[in-house]
C-alpha cells in the first residue's frame, strides 16, 4: 500500500516562511509526478506545484514567484518551500504521488491527508 504524510505545517505570520515535506513509501517502483494542492474552507481543492521525474515544474498563478517545489528522488520525498506567504495561503496541504508499484507495475495515484498551513496577518 502506497503512503503518502504530509509534514511541516503550521502558523506563521504574513510575510514569512515554511517548507512542507512529503515522503512517499510502500512498494513503489517509481514515482512519476508529486504535485501540492490546498483546499481553503469553502473553496475547491486547488493546484499549488507540481514537479514531474525529469524535474520540470509547474505552478498556480498565485504562488508563481513565491513558492519552490522539489523533490528528492533518492528518498521519495517532495518539498515545498513557501516564502512572503499570504492570509490566503491559508488552506490544507495536500500531497500526492503518481507512478507504478513494484512487482505488478500497476499504477496508483496516492493522496496524503493533508497538513494544516495557517497565515496570520
Known amino acids: 500500500q502506497v503512503q503518502v504524510v504530509e509534514s511541516g505545517g503550521g502558523l506563521v505570520q504574513a510575510g514569512g516562511s515554511l517548507r512542507l515535506s512529503c515522503a512517499v513509501s510502500g512498494g513503489i517502483f517509481s514515482i512519476n509526478t508529486m504535485g501540492w494542492y490546498r483546499q481553503a474552507p469553502g473553496k475547491e481543492r486547488e493546484l499549488v506545484a507540481v514537479i514531474i521525474s525529469g524535474g520540470n515544474t509547474n505552478y498556480g498563478d498565485s504562488v508563481k514567484g513565491r513558492f519552490t517545489i522539489s523533490r528528492d528522488n533518492t528518498k521519495n520525498t517532495l518539498f515545498l518551500q513557501m516564502n512572503s506567504l499570504k492570509s490566503e495561503d491559508t488552506a490544507v496541504y495536500y500531497c500526492?504521488?503518481?507512478?507504478?508499484?513494484?512487482?505488478?507495475?500497476?499504477?496508483?495515484?496516492?493522496w496524503g491527508r493533508g497538513t494544516q498551513v495557517t497565515v496570520s496577518s
Open positions: 500526492n504521488a503518481v507512478g507504478k508499484r513494484s512487482g505488478s507495475r500497476s499504477s496508483y495515484d496516492a
